[in-house]
T-cell receptor, first 114, second 114 residues
Framework: SAVISQKPSRDICQRGTSLTIQCQVDSQVTMMFWYRQQPGQSLTLIATANQGSEATYESGFVIDKFPISRPNLTFSTLTVSNMSPEDSSIYLC???????????FGPGTRLTVL | AQKVTQAQTEISVVEKEDVTLDCVYETRDTTYYLFWYKQPPSGELVFLIRRNSFDEQNEISGRYSWNFQKSTSSFNFTITASQVVDSAVYFCALSETSYDKVIFGPGTSLSVIP
């Protein structure tokens, strides 16, 4: 399996600020995704992080609010912009391992917006 | 459209009891993948199993077993002789391909009482 790390693991932020979350994988992966898990809810896909090009966003999510970068095969960032308390969630990075074609999830970033 | 239903929101069992978590899915695809993930209180999402639509054999891994029935669009998960460490939220999920985005069910919260 792939070892996935996310930074920060948790943060408490003020309304109106932005936070960038990093996702680093220890091996080559084919796909990288960003999911959101609101309190007590299931996971919802935000976007597919595409290497060297713009991310592909799901309905209800826009680039201005959730800009994503993926400069290489093993690293991606998600920014939560102009935060409000409704953005308080766990944000998870996931990857599809190149050899197993199985999707693994990072440990998540627990974000609280005051 | 793809959809995953987990009718059991919360289940409580006494340690050593067997418990089955239900999962029903909807898809128009003839080829698809089904998953189970475990999310313990720590928040990390742990991959348990992936099954493709062509493989209807039941699978057993230690105390875990999975029953895939294409005829009823179900992919149920049984834990035998449950333990306190099994307490977690369990998600059933579906994707079109092994490297595509994953559609999650709402989750079942399992509490194993000592």
């Amino acid at each position: 399996s792939a070892v996935i790390s996310q930074k920060p693991s948790r943060d408490i932020c003020q309304r109106g600020t932005s936070l960038t979350i990093q996702c680093q994988v220890d091996s080559q992966v084919t796909m990288m995704f960003w999911y959101r898990q609101q309190p007590g809810q299931s996971l919802t896909l935000i976007a597919t992080a595409n290497q060297g090009s713009e991310a592909t966003y799901e309905s209800g999510f826009v680039i201005d609010k959730f800009p994503i970068s993926r400069p290489n095969l093993t690293f991606s960032t998600l920014t939560v912009s102009n935060m409000s308390p409704e953005d308080s969630s766990i944000y998870l990075c996931s990857v599809v391992h190149v050899f197993t074609d199985t999707q693994y999830f990072g440990p998540g970033t627990r974000l609280t917006v005051l | 459209a793809q959809k995953v239903t987990q009718a059991q929101t919360e289940i409580s069992v006494v340690e050593k009891e067997d418990v089955t978590l239900d999962c029903v899915y909807e898809t128009r695809d003839t080829t698809y993948y089904l998953f189970w993930y475990k999310q313990p209180p720590s928040g990390e999402l742990v991959f348990l199993i992936r099954r493709n639509s062509f493989d209807e054999q039941n699978e057993i891994s230690g105390r875990y077993s999975w029953n895939f029935q294409k005829s009823t669009s179900s992919f149920n998960f049984t834990i035998t002789a449950s333990q306190v460490v099994d307490s977690a939220v369990y998600f059933c999920a579906l994707s079109e391909t092994s490297y595509d985005k994953v559609i999650f069910g709402p989750g079942t919260s399992l509490s194993v009482i000592p």
